[in-house]
C-alpha cells in the first residue's frame, strides 16, 4: 500500500502555487511510494463532511505554467478560530484544530504540505505542537516572510507591476501628467522599491519611510521647473505621511485583516489641493499583481521549493519550511520562520541605489 500526503494552500494566491504542486506530485511519483493528495480551498476541504479531497498525481501535467492554484485557497479556513454558524444565524469563531489533526490522521495521511505565507505557516507551527506531521513551504507576493530571501511570486507580481509602469510613462509624458501606481505589498514595501527602480520612477513612496507630502510636491515641482513636463510615482498599498494613517477599510467578509487600498487615491486628492502644477492621475493594480503566469524565475523556485519540501516528507524534516537563503534552499523551523517580518531596511542597497538614481522617498 501506499503512503498518503496531503497537501493544501492557504491565504492569499499568488503565481507559482501550481509549480510546487507538481513539484512535489513528480518528486512523489519517482519513489513508486507516494500518492499524493490536494485539500479544496486549504484546510476546508479536510473539515468538510464528506472531505473535500482530491487525488492529484495525474493532474499536475503542464501546470507549473498557469496562475492560480488547482486545489483552490482561501483566507476563511483557520482552525484556530473557524466561523461556525450557530442555532440563531449568528457566525461564531470555534477552535476546531484538535479534531482536524484527529481527521487527517484517521483518513491515513502520513504528512502534510501546506503551501502558504505568513498566516498559514503560523498555523502550520500550531498544528505540528497538536502532533501533526506538518511541512510548510513559503508564498506571498509580498516577500515578507524574514527567513527566505525570496518567496516566490514576488517576482512575478515586480514584472507586472513594472509592464505596467512603462504603459503609464508613454501616457504620461504624452499629457504632461502626475501618474501615481499603486502597488500591493501590505506593510512592505518591496514591490514599490523594485518596480521603482526597474520603471525609473521618479518618486517611490513605501511603508518602511513615511512621506511628507510637502517632499513629493517638491520633486514634482522640481521636475517641471526644469521641463521634464511629467511625473511616474509607485505608492505602496501601505504607505503613510509622516502624520498619518495607513489607507484601507475593515473587511466585512470574515477575514480578520484590514484591507488595504485607496492611498493612490488620497495621495491625489492630497496633491490637487496643494495645487499640484499638472493634472494627476491615479491607477490601482490591485489583483493583477497576483494573476497569470509566474515569471520563468518564479517557476523555478517554486519547483524546487516543492521539490525539497516533499524530500523533508521522506526524512521527516516535520515542523520546518523550506527556506531560499544565499541561492540555496534550506529548512527552517517554523517556529522561527513565523517570528518576524521581512521589511525593507532604510539602509538596504537598494534604497541607496535609488537615491543614487534620483528616486525620491519623500523623506
Ligand atoms: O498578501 C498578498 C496580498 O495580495 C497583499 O499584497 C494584499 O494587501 C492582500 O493580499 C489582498 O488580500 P485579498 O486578496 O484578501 O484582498
Known amino acids: 500500500m501506499k503512503k498518503k500526503l496531503l497537501v493544501a494552500t492557504g491565504g492569499g494566491d499568488c503565481p507559482g502555487l501550481n509549480a510546487v504542486i507538481r513539484g512535489i506530485v513528480k518528486a512523489a511519483k519517482r519513489t513508486g511510494e507516494w500518492d499524493v493528495y490536494g485539500s479544496i480551498e486549504a484546510f476546508n476541504g479536510v473539515i468538510k463532511d464528506p472531505p473535500e479531497i482530491i487525488k492529484l498525481n ?13 486545489i483552490k485557497t482561501t483566507n476563511r479556513g483557520n482552525p484556530f478560530s473557524f466561523p461556525i454558524q450557530g442555532e440563531n444565524g449568528k457566525i461564531k469563531k470555534k477552535d476546531i484544530s484538535g479534531d482536524l489533526v484527529k481527521k487527517i490522521q484517521n483518513l491515513g495521511f502520513e504528512a502534510m504540505i501546506n503551501i502558504g505565507g505568513d498566516g498559514s505557516q503560523k498555523i502550520s507551527q500550531k498544528l505540528f505542537k497538536l502532533g501533526l506531521n506538518i511541512i510548510g513551504v513559503p508564498k506571498t507576493i509580498d516577500n515578507d516572510l524574514s527567513a527566505t530571501d525570496l518567496t516566490f511570486g514576488f517576482t512575478t507580481a515586480v514584472q507586472i507591476a513594472t509592464d505596467s509602469f512603462d504603459k503609464l510613462v508613454t501616457t504620461a509624458e504624452s499629457h504632461h501628467r502626475v501618474m501615481i501606481m499603486e502597488v500591493m505589498g501590505r506593510d ?24 511628507q507630502l510637502d517632499k513629493v510636491l517638491n520633486r514634482i515641482k ?10 511616474n510615482i509607485v505608492i505602496a498599498e501601505g504607505a503613510k505621511l509622516t502624520n498619518g494613517q495607513i489607507v484601507g477599510t475593515h473587511a466585512k467578509d470574515g477575514d480578520e485583516n484590514i484591507k488595504l487600498g485607496g492611498v493612490g487615491n488620497y495621495l491625489r486628492a492630497l496633491l490637487e489641493e ?38 523533508m516528507v521522506v526524512n521527516k524534516e516535520y515542523g520546518k ?43
Open 321 to 363: 519550511m523550506v527556506a531560499f537563503k544565499n541561492n540555496q534552499l534550506k529548512t527552517v523551523t517554523l517556529e522561527e520562520a513565523t517570528r518576524s517580518y521581512n521589511f525593507v531596511d532604510k539602509n538596504h542597497y537598494l534604497i541607496d541605489t535609488a537615491r543614487a538614481l534620483g528616486i525620491s522617498f519623500g523623506d
Open 222 to 231: 522640481k521636475r517641471y521647473n526644469k521641463g521634464k513636463g511629467f511625473v
Open 58 to 70: 495525474k493532474r499536475v501535467g503542464g501546470i507549473h505554467v498557469k496562475g492560480g492554484t488547482i
Open 274 to 311: 496643494k495645487n499640484c502644477p499638472a493634472q494627476v492621475r491615479t491607477t490601482v493594480l490591485g489583483h493583477t499583481q497576483r494573476g497569470g503566469t509566474p515569471v520563468a524565475f518564479d517557476r523555478i523556485l517554486a519547483s524546487a521549493m516543492g521539490v525539497k519540501a516533499f524530500n
Open 188 to 211: 512592505a514595501g518591496w514591490i514599490a522599491l523594485h518596480t521603482a527602480i526597474a520603471g525609473g520612477a521618479e518618486i517611490c513612496l513605501i511603508p518602511e519611510i513615511p512621506y
